[in-house]
């Protein structure tokens, strides 16, 4: 199992330019997450889908949209890119269902810059 | 919303030595509690983590505690080693099943 798969590994882009980053489990798992890490920050919640099909924004989801594309896969758009969404992000998933909160396996991790 | 705090920010401990690392949480309906380590430009990975039906929980050298009415729960990393350094996260469920609060992490350095 190749668990939670991210790409790309790694980002450039211009302020203005847009993008997508993937992300892709193979776990069977119900519910996705993207987070994005800043130094001294911690882990913030950007948007989440609890099943195929939901998705609902986090704690920071401003500038950014998601797509649940089916159970596998969860993508996360930025359609105008900032200097602020300068950061690390991480997709993560978990078998969490209604009612109960699960363990969240993450991906390696997208490293963007906006210049 | 749930709020989640976590002291102190930076560790330094000699090898062999313990390391504790403290969290508060906000939300009295919070039922999971995990503990992540990351290690410089890796994935947060799960060490450990704690229901609120159970006050403790144990895994070799690592153990987790919740004091649920006080609203806090601790990382113990005993006997530490070099390969112990890194980033350690903790995290509440928040506002419903499935989302969590992390705290703001806490860099431990092991020095032999």
């Known amino acids: 199992n190749a668990g939670v798969t991210q790409t790309p590994k790694f980002q450039v882009l211009k302020t203005g330019q847009s993008m997508t980053l993937q992300c892709a489990q193979d776990m069977n798992h119900n519910s996705m997450y993207w987070y994005r890490q800043d130094p001294g920050m911690g882990l913030r919640l950007i948007y989440y889908s609890a099943s195929e099909g939901t998705t609902d924004k986090g704690e920071v989801p401003n500038g950014y949209n998601v797509s649940r594309l089916n159970k596998r896969e969860f993508s996360l758009r930025l359609e105008s890119a900032a200097p602020s969404q300068t950061s690390v992000y991480f997709c993560?998933?978990?078998?969490?269902?209604?009612?109960?909160?699960?363990?969240?396996?993450f991906g390696p991790g997208t490293r963007l810059t906006v210049l | 919303g749930e709020n989640v705090e976590q002291h102190p920010s930076t560790l330094s401990v000699q090898e062999g030595d313990s390391a504790v690392i403290k969290c508060t949480y906000s939300d009295s309906a919070s039922n999971y509690f995990p503990w992540y380590k990351q290690e410089l430009g890796k994935r947060p990975q799960l060490i450990i983590d704690?229901?609120?039906?159970?006050g403790e929980k144990k895994d070799q050298r690592i153990a987790v505690t919740l004091n649920k009415t006080a609203k806090h729960f601790s990382l113990h990393i005993t006997e530490t080693q070099p390969e112990d350094s890194a980033v350690y996260f903790c995290a509440a469920e928040s506002d419903s099943w499935g989302k969590f609060q992390f705290g703001a992490g806490t860099q431990v350095v092991v020095t032999p």
């Open positions: 704690i229901r609120s039906n159970v």
């Open positions: 993560a998933s978990s078998a969490a269902l209604a009612g109960g909160s699960d363990t969240q396996y």
